[in-house]
């Protein structure tokens, strides 16, 4: 039992690149969530997904774009990285919703020169 | 503007004393609270939560204060240990936010537990 993975852990990335970060949980959770960690900032909703075949929209959603095209998976794709998505991205999911508790990835560490 | 407050970014406390993290909310239309850690290197881990209705919960060690009149929450960690060195991430939830529901996080505050 993995729980939740990502990958990959870290990237560099010139500005408008374009990259896909991967979820994947086994614990057959409805939830999913990407989240981005800036210093200062906390952590913060980029997108999210209530089952298989949707996605929401977050805090932070623009530049983004998500699929959860099967359950397990939740995609995140920048297609034009720019420097102000430097960051640490966090995967979670949950079973019933956001206040259940949410079962977060190792991250991955972005850099957009 | 932050809606979820933790003004100490850091903390440092003896092994074996209690170590308190405190969280203030600006909107009383939040209705749960939950504490995660964070570990170096590590995403966050959920640790205690506690609903509007109740204004204590204990489990082992950890222990979570609620004073709605204050808009204020605690996190009681006694006795400290060293492996509770972590950064501690405050957020809340509002229940009855319609559409709008997410949870907002506060800031951290890094935890040191000195042997």
């Known amino acids: 039992n993995a729980g939740v993975t990502q990958t990959p852990k870290f990237r560099v990335l010139k500005t408008g690149q374009s990259m896909t970060l991967l979820c994947a949980q086994d614990?057959?959770?409805?939830?999913m969530y990407w989240y981005r960690q800036d210093p200062g900032m906390g952590l913060r909703l980029i997108h999210y997904?209530?089952?298989?075949?949707?996605?929401a929209k977050g805090e932070v959603p623009d530049g983004y774009n998500v699929s959860r095209l099967k359950k397990q998976n939740f995609l995140l794709g920048l297609e034009s990285a720019a420097p102000s998505q430097t960051s640490v991205y966090f995967c979670a999911s949950s079973n019933w919703g956001f206040t259940d508790t949410q079962y977060f990835g190792p991250g991955t560490r972005l850099t957009v020169l | 503007d932050q809606q979820v407050k933790q003004n100490s970014p850091s903390l440092s406390v003896q092994e074996g004393r209690i170590s308190i993290l405190n969280c203030d909310y600006t909107?009383?239309?939040?209705?749960?609270f939950l504490w995660y850690k964070k570990y170096p290197a590590e995403g966050p881990t959920f640790l205690i939560s506690i609903s509007s209705i109740k204004d204590k919960n204990e489990d082992g060690r950890f222990t979570v204060f609620l004073n709605k009149s204050a808009k204020h929450l605690s996190l009681h960690i006694v006795p400290s240990q060293p492996g509770d060195s972590a950064v501690y991430f405050c957020?809340?939830?509002?229940?009855?936010?319609?559409?709008?529901?997410?949870?907002?996080w506060g800031l951290g505050t890094s935890l040191a537990v000195n042997p």
């Open positions: 957020a809340v939830y509002p229940l009855n936010a319609g559409n709008n529901r997410k949870l907002i």
């Open positions: 997904s209530v089952g298989e075949g949707t996605t």
């Open positions: 909107n009383s239309m939040f209705d749960y």
């Open positions: 614990m057959n959770h409805e939830y």
